[in-house]
């Protein structure tokens, strides 16, 4: 049975291969094709268009998070495989062939998912508010076998001002250990490290040139530890960037604008909090788009956030109703409005004015509590020990739709005649990898 191993590296642009010459070598004898991320173009979304071949209006990912209307709860980065509502690449082998078995280490949403062998990242949230590391793995007894093996699965640097290259390291390590032990017929892993200095010092700042040289040793390595595990059996690499990052110069505040309106409305609890159930409007933010959510999608109300945006300095589209099915978010779980950023901007969570006024959990790396994603956790302040609330440290964003040339990626194929013409899309990706089988 044949052995595919899918790397999906956020950042990777085809200029970068001239700095990477252990993943220039492991592609260079097959195709190569720029890939073309849809629209909400960031990590959940594009990770469950790859595994599925479809849109969020069929897979249910329209964000990092989801905001749960019924219970008036913000999701950010803790939802299970169940979210995703369509068969993925190892559910649609397994169909095929019950025999065919898969690796996934550590794309966003695995948890719970149908594969066979299952890493990620899952922190044990103690009592006193402290967190102990700890994987998600299967089977269950997987991480202590990790554990002992390679150490901790170093979390800190994974996310926010100190990450490096040691968790992108860790994973390739591990899953190095499970193609060894298991010889999984599909691999999928994730290989974050590209993000990082792209987003706090741009995607062409030598921070960001040396994160290519940091990643490309430890794919080098990577590929020394298949050819061991898979000897005798060549594996097929696809390659693909999830994304690209480009540069930004500019921010806007949607939470802001619609507290101004009179829209959004705040509670004090030592710092002020959304009031979801008092807010007529607010948005979760998520790098170059919004959902703004609007209460029992007024009309009135949907019209008043549209002529809010329309035109506003940072915001290229704003989609309400109907109009969301342009990129297939035409979803039950999608805001009623969707602001999309252009190029040169993003947009920030932030709805306080007062930086006093800001919540506790704003100063500190807090994925789960933010009602939106917030790359200002990438910095830190030495002398006050926290994270600035200033948005305009950030420089490098995506999510945007790809449009420009430097908004679309590369995916890479060790063997020729894997990618039909030089264009493709992240939604190709699942029929590529079910080919080979």
Not at 6 to 23: E, T
Request: hydrophobic letters at 40%.
């Amino acid at each position: 049975m044949p052995h595919v191993i899918f790397l999906s590296i956020p950042g990777l642009r085809s200029s970068d291969l001239a700095a990477m010459p252990n993943l220039a070598k492991l592609t260079a004898a097959g195709d190569r094709a720029t890939l073309t991320p849809s629209f909400p173009a960031v990590t959940w979304p594009v990770q469950a268009n790859m595994l599925t071949g479809k849109l969020p209006r069929e897979h249910g990912v329209i964000a990092n998070g989801f905001y749960w209307r019924d219970k008036q709860e913000v999701e950010m980065w803790t939802a299970w495989n169940d979210k995703i509502t369509a068969p993925q690449i190892w559910d649609l082998l397994h169909l095929k062939d019950p025999k065919l078995t898969s690796a996934v280490w550590f794309p966003m949403l695995s948890k719970g998912c149908g594969a066979d062998y299952i890493c990620m990242p899952a922190p044990i949230h103690n009592p006193d508010g402290s967190e102990s590391l700890w994987c998600y793995t299967k089977p269950v007894e997987l991480y202590g076998t990790l554990r002992d093996t390679f150490g901790h699965f170093p979390l800190m640097n994974f996310w926010g001002p100190m990450t490096n290259i040691k968790s992108t390291a860790w994973i390739c390590d591990s899953a190095g250990y499970a193609m060894e032990q298991f010889r999984p017929n599909f691999c999928y892993l994730y290989l974050p490290h590209l993000d990082y200095a792209a987003q706090r010092t741009g995607p062409d700042s030598p921070p960001a040139q040396k994160a290519l040289v940091e990643l490309d040793e430890v794919i080098g390595k990577l590929a020394a530890k298949a050819e061991q595990a898979f000897a005798g059996e060549k594996p097929l690499w696809l390659v693909a960037s999830e994304y690209t990052i480009t540069p930004v110069d500019h921010v806007t505040f949607p939470n802001r604008l619609l507290r101004q309106a009179g829209l959004l409305q705040v509670k004090d609890n030592g710092g002020e909090l959304i009031d979801f159930q008092s807010s007529q409007a607010w948005a979760l933010v998520d790098h170059q788009f919004s959902h703004v959510f609007v209460k029992k999608a007024d009309p009135a109300t949907i019209q008043t956030v549209v002529q809010i945006f329309r035109g506003q300095e940072g915001i290229a589209e704003v989609l309400a109703g109907s109009e969301r099915a342009k990129y297939g978010l035409d979803h039950e779980r999608s805001g009623e409005i969707i602001l999309i950023s252009t190029p040169n901007s993003w947009q920030a969570y932030y709805y306080w004015f007062y930086d006093d006024k800001a919540p506790k959990f704003a100063r500190t790396v807090d994925i789960h509590n933010k009602p939106g994603y917030d790359p200002v956790e990438l910095h830190f302040d030495m002398a006050t020990k926290s994270i600035p609330l200033n948005a305009n440290l950030v420089k490098g964003s995506h999510g945007a739709p790809a449009t420009s040339d430097e908004q679309k990626g590369v995916l890479l194929s060790s063997q020729k005649g894997m990618l039909a013409g030089s264009q493709v899309k992240d939604t190709d990706v699942c029929g590529l990898v079910l080919k080979q089988f």
